[in-house]
């Protein structure tokens, strides 16, 4: 079945370094991928998304490109800050035509930035 | 407008009693989806509804599980006989039709003691 692997947290870093959060993921058609967000006491938010191959999801100066070819989508941000500590969520969804819609989530990577 | 929102917030409860979880879609989105967090784990799909078509169940981990949907609003997750590995925050998302974005309310926290 579908799979997504992301790097174990959690991730510390000093604001203005540069992040990523390795994902890789496991599919059997061609998924689309997301990135979600879970700040502080909030819900899940979609942070990005791209729906094909070599497609670049960006929003709040986070990037990821999805790579067929190393079947990965991983989020990099060049400058990061305080207000980005977080938990951070790869999920894909494989249209299989027969109607399932779930969404296939990592167990998350807690990033804090530290000033 | 208003988001997803979800009740009760923390739900515990004893062994082997039912709980009824709720969500509340964000108006006029048709499709609707519960997932499962256990501490450490990502989140698991459940059940999702979309319209009036019969709900895709393929996520549910036990027969204890079930969920309804009345047309396109509430909706409820009944978990029976709780177990203590029943232990997760339970989330509800919509989204206004299948394969948009989903939209996730704050979740359930429920402990079974």
């Known amino acids: 079945g579908d799979s997504v692997t992301q790097m174990e947290g959690p991730v510390t870093l000093s604001e203005e370094a540069f992040l990523t959060i390795n994902c890789t993921y496991t599919?059997?058609?061609?998924?689309?991928l997301f990135w979600y967000v879970q700040y502080p006491g909030e819900g899940l938010q979609l942070l990005l998304k791209?729906?094909?191959?070599?497609d670049k999801g960006s929003n709040k100066g986070f990037e990821a490109t999805y790579r067929k070819e190393t079947t990965s989508f991983h989020l990099e941000k060049g400058s990061v800050q305080v207000s980005d500590s977080a938990v951070y969520f790869c999920?894909?969804?494989?249209?299989?035509?027969?109607?399932?819609?779930?969404?296939?989530f990592g167990k998350g990577t807690h990033l804090i930035i530290q000033p | 407008g208003a988001g997803v929102s979800q009740s009760p917030s923390n739900k515990v409860t004893e062994k082997g009693k039912d709980v009824e979880l709720r969500c509340d879609p964000i108006s006029g989105h048709t499709a609707l989806y519960w997932y499962r967090q256990r501490l450490g784990q990502g989140l698991e799909f459940l059940i999702y509804f979309q319209g009036n078509s019969a709900p895709d169940k393929s996520g549910l981990p036990s027969d204890r599980f079930s969920a309804e949907r009345t047309g396109e609003s509430v909706s409820t997750l009944t978990i029976q006989r709780t177990q203590q590995e029943d232990s997760a925050v339970y989330l509800c998302?919509?989204?206004?039709?299948?394969?948009?974005?989903?939209?996730f309310g704050p979740g359930t926290r429920l402990l079974v003691l």
């Open positions: 999920a894909l969804r494989e249209f299989s035509g027969g109607g399932a819609d779930g969404l296939t």
């Open positions: 791209a729906t094909k191959a070599d």
């Open positions: 998302a919509s989204s206004p039709r299948v394969r948009e974005t989903q939209y």
């Open positions: 599919a059997t058609g061609y998924p689309s």
